[in-house]
């Protein structure tokens, strides 16, 4: 919420080219001095954290869920116990940063049935894509074809699980 409060105002000040990074929560504005603005997931397989997939994002914001880099602190509000999920991380591209978060947690979240509508929906929608990373370190990515969002994945070190570069279709 308050990444995308902070992008309004420095709208409301002229400002056009911005990148706001609170957390691992980024909303990104126009253009960086070398061009669109690159941003690096980090690979929660090695948990070293080097960089797993470049991003490319022009006027969007990405949200990452998962308990790989602060543990176990998404609560399953039925039955107030941490989520088991069946991903390391979910990471959502999206018009806003707070719709970004919201839908990278509850797709985390959400149990199989109500996780697989959600991605569903995310894959159709237009502007939404999503990289879902499984607890073996494969990367599914969704959306992507409609999405202005440009991402790159491939391992950063020879002790990745995953061995080839991977170009996700745009």
């Known amino acids: 919420y308050i990444v995308d409060r902070m992008a309004e105002r420095l709208t409301t000040l002229d400002w056009h080219d911005f990148l706001i990074n609170a957390g691992g929560d980024i909303r990104a504005s126009g253009t960086s001095p070398e061009g ?6 980090l690979d929660p397989v090695e948990s070293h954290f080097e960089g797993h997939c470049l991003i490319t994002l022009v006027n969007q914001g990405i949200a990452t869920s998962g308990d790989y880099a602060r543990g176990a602190h998404i609560i399953d509000p039925r039955n107030g116990q941490a989520v ?9 591209v999206a018009p806003d940063t707070e719709t970004a978060d919201a839908l990278a947690t509850a797709a985390y979240a959400s149990e199989q049935t ?9 894959r159709q ?8 990373v ?3 370190g494969h990367l599914t990515s969704l959306g992507l074809s409609d999405s202005t969002a440009e991402i790159t994945c491939q391992p950063l070190n020879d ?12």
């Open 36 to 41: 669109p603005w690159l941003i690096t997931l």
């Open 84 to 92: 088991e999920a069946d991903w390391l991380a979910i990471s959502v």
């Open 114 to 122: 109500a996780r697989d509508s959600l991605l569903r929906w995310i």
């Open 125 to 132: 929608d237009t502007g939404l894509s999503a990289i879902l």
């Open 134 to 136: 499984d607890p073996d």
């Open 159 to 170: 002790n990745s699980k995953n061995n080839n570069s991977m170009e996700f279709p745009r």
